[in-house]
């Protein structure tokens, strides 16, 4: 199967996936739900659902796992892209090229949405359905309250408002931020894979850390290179607030050269999976190729 057709039939089968676990009738206050599935049914890749499903399918993980499993990381992203909107953080009018979900709704609406998304992921990875073993659903379930929380994405997301202050931000600040609030769900979804099967997760941690990195910079380039109408939400926001990027310091060939090389690093650290990893490689290429 093709990268591409792989991608899609990720992405398929996790928003069917969401549209069943997320039914409107699931709360008593109809309107949060409709601002749930907003959230979480809108446009979007799929990238990290289909990284920890092609990472389980390393170790013969059953798909339906691996896509809860999934599915729950997704609602991750989805609040945090919500809450990463609101006027108090970025102040974004638009997400995935349609309004985010507090002009949709409105502010408190979108608060609360996120929140749901937020400890409904914790629901599903300790279902039954997850995975059989309690052991190992209590393994997700840390995983990704560590990836999620203070020292993970929640970290990250703090020194970068931080870094709206501090004009002299250098390389490694820089990576340090991102590996937090970019890589620590990239980290998740491809050990969440050797969680679930119970797996060496050492490569796919070497693996994950080059790849978030790469999407980083990749954005950082999109940011400078391409339109809102194109990707979907607002363009050169770091500039504004004064906020330095790996275009900043590395100009744009070098950020060009430096994603490639982590891409490379990514490959070589699949080496140990021979070709059961040849999507995952695909995966880490289009990270530093696509154009949204």
């Known amino acids: 199967m093709s990268f591409e057709l792989a991608l899609r039939q990720a992405a398929q089968e996790t928003d069917a996936l969401l549209d069943r676990l997320l039914p409107l009738e699931a ?11 907003y959230a979480a049914l809108g446009p979007g890749k799929r990238l990290r659902p289909f990284l920890l499903v092609e990472a389980a399918s390393l170790f013969d993980v059953p798909r339906q796992q691996s896509l809860r499993a999934g ?57 039954a359905e997850t995975h059989p073993d309690a052991t190992i659903r209590v393994a997700l379930v840390s995983g990704l309250a560590k ?33 937090l609030k970019t890589g620590a769900l990239f980290r998740f979804a491809c050990e969440a894979g ?5 797996g060496d997760p050492a490569p796919l941690r070497r693996y994950a ?11 950082d380039i999109l940011d400078v290179e ?11 926001k770091d500039k504004g607030m004064g906020k330095a990027t790996f275009v900043d310091l590395l100009g744009l060939d070098g950020a060009r050269q430096k994603a490639r090389r982590l891409v ?8 140990p999976y021979g070709p059961k990893a040849d999507l995952l490689a695909d995966a880490a290429r289009f990270i530093v190729a696509r154009r949204k």
């Not at 709360?27 to 599935?37: D, G, T, Y």
């Not at 990195?213 to 990749?218: D, E, R, T, V, Y």
Request: proline share 3%; aromatic share 4%.
């Open 209 to 219: 850390d080059s790849i978030g990195l790469a999407f980083q910079i990749a954005d």
């Open 71 to 127: 599915a729950a990381l997704e609602c991750i992203h989805c609040y945090s892209l919500v809450h990463d909107d609101l006027p108090a953080m970025d102040d974004d009018d638009l997400r995935r090229g349609r309004p985010t979900t507090h002009k949709a709704f409105d502010e408190a609406t979108a608060i609360l949405a996120g929140d749901a998304l937020l400890t409904f992921a914790f629901e599903i990875l300790s279902a």
């Open 264 to 271: 490379d690093e990514a490959v070589a650290a699949l080496a």
């Open 226 to 236: 391409s339109t809102p109408e194109a990707l979907g939400k607002a363009t050169q």
């Open 27 to 37: 709360s008593p206050a109809r309107r949060i739900m409709e601002a749930v599935r």
């Open 147 to 179: 990836a999620a929380g203070q020292a993970g994405m929640v970290g990250g997301q703090m020194l970068d408002i931080e870094a709206e202050t501090q004009a002299n931000s250098n390389l490694s600040d820089i990576v340090r931020i991102q590996s």
């Open 194 to 198: 050797a969680v679930l099967g119970a």
